[in-house]
């Protein structure tokens, strides 16, 4: 629905990596979700009036809620457009996360409130009446919002985006919702048996548990977490396409926002080659993967010596021994230094898995012991990459 509507309100509709299209996107999310759970909220609440039903008046009383949400959504994609500040200057993307997360606890404290109001009704059970009015009012609703659900689905797809994702997922709660509310309040008027408090408590946990998982996939890009491994090939791809990139390592992405990636990674190149080539086209790559990603990018350059015999045959017993401890680790950078004091250093990066089951210290005191046992006169420098493998 969103991205139907997107064609007649959002000029360059399809351009959706572009921030500006993004923004359009979330504020015609709010302003659609706004009208549409007004509507509901009006309609469920006269249900409720009509039936008695608690359970009713709390599922309107949820639409309030997404009225609330829907407003938080849309100031929230308008605030994250506005541009870098000195107080902010990588941009202000990450209020889409934070406008996410006021979602996620609105619709946890929805969940709480009803759980709580259910219990008392389990006590103190009223009569419920029922009316063909009230079953198409919330069969309306059902629809509606499997409406908003698919919709705010595919725009969050569509633009990548966690704020219109917990929109959707708050959606199908409140299908399930409803139509839980609708069969036990159809039950109760037919048996007499009042499922009205506990189907108040069913509905409120399921409320609470759609606004825990909504809260955590906010949580994380806020603390930070790795970029997908997708995109991680895909830039690695894109960098050594170009053909004097030996080798890349050491990619961080920092995120700011869906549309503020910051990235910064290592790239291998010829130490014979002239400096200011290299410059120039590491410069074009960097440019690349600004235009091709909308992010800030820089590459170091880490210079390989190729066809030093001494080098060469120093990584193959180095390649020996990281194997020995461990078939799945993989180095990089490798580099063997001469000093002016005839000094030998080797250095080289060793990629470590997170919650490995050697410490960082033993195995760079493993790895520097087993290197000197066959170059005694070689001093070692090495570093540990976390990853994830």
Known sequence: MICFLAKFFIKDYSQVKNPKVRQQYGVLSGVVGIALNCILFVSKLAAGFITGAISIMADAFNNLSDVGSSVVTLVGFKLSGNEADEEHPFGHGRIEYVAGLIVALLIILMGVELVRTSFGRIFNPEEISFDPVVACILVFAIFVKLLMYFGNKEAAKAIDSAALNNTALDSIS??????????????TYK?????????????????????IEAARDTINPLLGEPPSK??????????????????????VIHNYGPTGLFMSLHAEVDAGMDLITVHDFIDDIESELRAKYSCEAVIHMDPVVIGDKDT?????????????????????????????DKERRVAFDLSVPYKYKMKDDEIIGYLDEQIKRIEPDINCDITIDKTEM
């Open 174 to 187: 409140d299908v399930f919702t409803t139509s839980v509310v609708l069969v036990c309040t159809i039950i």
């Open 191 to 211: 048996t007499g048996v009042s499922l009205d408090g506990f189907v108040g408590i069913v509905v409120g946990a399921l409320i609470i548990k759609t606004g």
């Open 230 to 251: 997708e995109l991680v090939k895909e830039i690695e791809e894109t960098v050594m396409s170009h053909e004097n990139i030996l080798g890349v390592h050491d990619l």
């Open 312 to 340: 060469e045959m120093l990584k193959r017993k180095v390649r020996y021994i990281v194997k020995a401890l461990d078939p799945e680790l993989l180095f990089h950078d490798f580099r063997l230094k001469h000093s002016k």
